[in-house]
């Protein structure tokens, strides 16, 4: 039947959507607002709750720095023992090189809680309360795309969003779909006196949110630079965590 037929092709419309998603870090759905809750993504993947204590994060008069003692800045979490061995290596990453450590939380009003929700996705930086990471089992359980996500709880924005993005990168708006131009607007960072980092694994992918796959971000001078990996934190990435916490 006709509905028959327009469920089939809406559902791979979704399908194709879901697959974008996991590895360009695309938002579920065409919409910028999670489902079942009152968020909304500032970019495909930061959350950004409709709360004042949030928006906080936007304004330099606030810090969204995670609490610092003896030397070590330390993060309690949430999550489900099972769901966390996946989890708890890509952790382990930040704790050899940096002074973050993530730890249990017992009764920390500030922490992470770490579900396998829709998506993968989370709030930027230290909110002082209760605050979601989305690591959805099916695509986001990858060293890369962990660190990535726990990367924007510590307080860091995607690399081609930094403010001194142009001198390093193109942005081929003509190629960006509809609607989705905010992904790849530029924040006032801090760039902590680190150079342009191809390597990050905060960096989006040449085709992020390109329409029909087109190419949406292009290095500059060097247009055959390789970006946008999942592997692991890079050397850079990790001198800023260093630089940013004072480790």
Known sequence: SYSVVVYCFLLLLLLENVHRTFYE??????????????????EGDIVLPKTRNALKCLNRKFSCLWPKRN?????????????????????????????????PR????????????????????Y????QMVSLQKFGCITQGIIQ??????????????????????TINWQNVQKNFE????????NNQDAPYDY???????????????????????DSSVSIGQRECL???????INRLYNC
Request: glycine content about 8%; overall charge neutral.
């Open 25 to 42: 870090e695309t938002n579920f759905l065409f919409t910028n607002f999670l489902p079942d809750t009152s968020d909304f993504l500032l």
């Open 71 to 103: 030397g070590r800045v330390e993060v309690p979490y949430t999550l489900d023992d099972k769901y966390g061995k996946c989890i708890y290596p890509s952790m382990k990453g930040f704790e050899w090189k940096t002074c973050i450590r993530f730890i």
């Open 106 to 125: 017992s009764r920390q009003t500030g922490y992470l809680s770490i579900v396998p929700r829709f998506g993968c996705s989370s709030l930027v930086g």
């Open 127 to 130: 909110l002082g309360d209760k």
């Open 148 to 169: 990535h996500e726990l990367l924007h709880a510590l307080g860091f924005y995607h690399e081609h969003t930094r403010s001194d993005r142009d001198y390093y990168v």
């Open 182 to 189: 905010f992904n790849f607007q530029k924040q006032d960072t």
């Open 199 to 221: 390597s990050s694994v905060m960096h989006y992918g040449r085709t992020a949110f390109g329409a029909r796959g087109a190419e949406t971000i292009t290095p500059y001078p």
């Open 234 to 240: 890079s050397d850079i990435d990790i001198y800023k």
